[in-house]
T-cell receptor
Framework: LAKTTQPISMDSYEGQEVNITCSHNNIATNDYITWYQQFPSQGPRFIIQGYKTKVTNEVASLFIPADRKSSTLSLPRVSLSDTAVYYC?????????????FGKGTKLSVKP | NAGVTQTPKFQVLKTGQSMTLQCAQDMNHNSMYWYRQDPGMGLRLIYYSASEGTTDKGEVPNGYNVSRLNKREFSLRLESAAPSQTSVYFCASLDRATGELFFGEGSRLTVL
């Protein structure tokens, strides 16, 4: 199982770009990288997923280098409402594989 | 479209009492999960079920039992509750086609 390591916390200001990096040195060939956002008293919700290179959607970008041993979630122009905990999850989803272990997450605080 | 529904949302138990947390999903997903989240901490996997009729241990299974009643429902049982099991419990189901986990709103359990 690929173990993930993230910074415990990060601070930013409104309007800045935030980059959160996740380390996953023993990622397997079939593993994807998925990022989740969690607000207090709520379950995590999906942000973005990728396998390699770069993925972009309406809220974030995900950068994955060729060796796939790390990934970076990029949040453009953050606002106060982006204050949350962000989790990097590595795992495969096909067949009977299902042991999805979360890391400790990164608590992002956005200040005015 | 209810997604993942958990009951109850809140529960207070005395040490030694038993109870069952219920989870149901209406998205026809094969894989379902139970996580616990202690205050200020990340999510830890208790048990998961890759398909109807199968269950497997996660990171912290001791003190819990699970039942995959059918494809929709996955219950978590505490046979003899302990104060260390005070936590928020999240149920999730996995869309294998996209790799996205869908979480319920959580069940907040306090054991006195």
């Amino acid at each position: 199982l690929a173990k993930t390591t993230q910074p415990i916390s990060m601070d930013s200001y409104e309007g800045q770009e935030v980059n959160i990096t996740c380390s996953h040195n023993n990622i397997a060939t079939n593993d994807y990288i998925t990022w989740y956002q969690q607000f207090p008293s709520q379950g995590p919700r999906f942000i973005i997923q990728g396998y390699k290179t770069k993925v972009t959607n309406e809220v974030a970008s995900l950068f994955i280098p060729a060796d796939r041993k790390s990934s970076t979630l990029s949040l453009p122009r953050v606002s106060l409402s982006d204050t949350a905990v962000y989790y990097c999850l590595v795992g495969s989803y096909g067949g009977s594989q299902g042991n999805l272990i979360f890391g400790k997450g990164t608590k992002l605080s956005v200040k005015p | 479209n209810a997604g993942v529904t958990q009951t109850p949302k809140f529960q207070v138990l005395k040490t030694g009492q038993s109870m069952t947390l219920q989870c149901a999903q209406d998205m026809n997903h094969n894989s379902m999960y139970w996580y616990r989240q202690d205050p200020g901490m990340g999510l830890r996997l208790i048990y998961y079920s890759a398909s109807e009729g199968t269950t497997d241990k996660g990171e912290v299974p001791n003190g819990y039992n699970v039942s995959r009643l059918n494809k929709r429902e996955f219950s978590l049982r505490l046979e003899s509750a302990a104060p260390s099991q005070t936590s928020v419990y999240f149920c999730a189901s996995l869309d294998r086609a996209t790799g996205e986990l869908f979480f319920g709103e959580g069940s907040r359990l306090t054991v006195l």
